[in-house]
């Protein structure tokens, strides 16, 4: 009986061994879902990740910021793995991924550009929504934008600032802030306006007046360390993150359905050879053909568009739209109740 004790014994050490070598790690069988997004999601996506995983606790929403153009970007020329791609211009989903990449695209919020600024930022007692190129004119101001090649709001902030020439009647602005500091010149054609982009590494900035970096995110520490007074922005980053902002007219901000045809007299053409034309701001969402985990996807993209989804836009100083499609057909099937074609 001895004898068969310990073999019993030995039996049952030997099985629990291999079952805990079979075991896996919890952590290991996770999900992880990869969300390449615009720079001016990134706190709304924070958000809408803590929610997201307390409901799929299986799943980690593993987020990635960059300039909308650069984001894309990863998918189509570095082919990085994304199982959702959110842009700050909706038009760069057809325009960069269709067909090959992405066949639909969800409008699902928009914005508006200011000018944010800190109390400590010269002349912050002065500036206004009439005044606020004249502060910028001045030797000692200096101001910064996202790149034009990388981010949507780079571009629109150049729009912004050739459109300020068109409702101040001061022909000038552009000039005096942008061109006189770096080697981006609008053309006109038509009665429109052109700015053809140089590669990156020409744009060439006077740095002692002008700051351009990549994403717009990044420009907040640098105003945050003083390195600038003044940055163009998305109204809901600047709320986001307890900046002052002069609220610029609706007829240059981009914000406006009504001015639409008022937008439309500029267009950027990037080094990339794509356009861009003014037009009111509006984000859009999609999943990538080759998302590895599609069924996760699928409820992020909904938790988007959803009513929960909204609120969260809604707090963090984003407006939500009725979500939209351009492609209702190609749509996975549990979004469908909460768009329109």
Known sequence: MGDKLKMLTIILLISLIFAGCSMKDPTQAKVKLKVLHAGSLTEPF??????????YPNVEVQLEAAGSAKTIRKVTELHKEAD????????LIPKLMYPEYADWTIKFA????????????????????????EILRRPDVKFGFSNP??????????????????????????????????????????GNFVLKMPNSENINPNTDKLMIRSMEMELIYALEAKEIDYYFIYRSVAQQHGH????????????????????????????????????????????????????????????VISEEGQKVFEKLGQPPIT??????????ENLKKYVRS
Not at 84 to 91: E, G, K, P, R
Not at 171 to 178: A, R, T
Not at 254 to 260: D, F, K, N, Q, Y
Not at 323 to 332: A, G, I, Q, R
Request: proline letters at 4%.
């Open 46 to 55: 924070k958000e809408l990740k803590k929610i997201f995983e307390a409901k």
């Open 84 to 91: 959702v791609v959110a842009s700050a211009d909706y038009t």
């Open 110 to 133: 928009r914005n508006q550009i200011v000018l944010a600024y800190l109390d400590t930022s010269k002349y912050a007692n002065e500036i206004n929504s009439n005044n606020w190129y």
């Open 149 to 190: 090649n990388d981010d949507p709001c780079g571009y629109r902030s150049q729009m912004v600032i050739k459109l300020a020439e068109l409702y101040y009647n001061d022909d000038s602005i552009y000039d005096d802030l942008v061109a006189k500091n770096s080697n981006l010149r609008w053309v006109e054609e038509n």
């Open 244 to 303: 002052k902002f002069v609220e610029l007219p609706a007829q240059i901000d981009l914000s406006s359905v009504e001015h639409a045809d008022f937008y439309k007299k500029v267009k950027v053409i990037l080094a990339n050879g794509k356009e861009v034309t003014g037009k009111p701001i509006v984000y859009g969402i999609t999943i990538p053909k080759n998302a590895v985990h599609r069924d996760y996807a699928e409820k992020f993209v909904e938790l």
């Open 323 to 332: 979500p939209e499609t351009d492609n209702f057909e190609k749509l996975p």
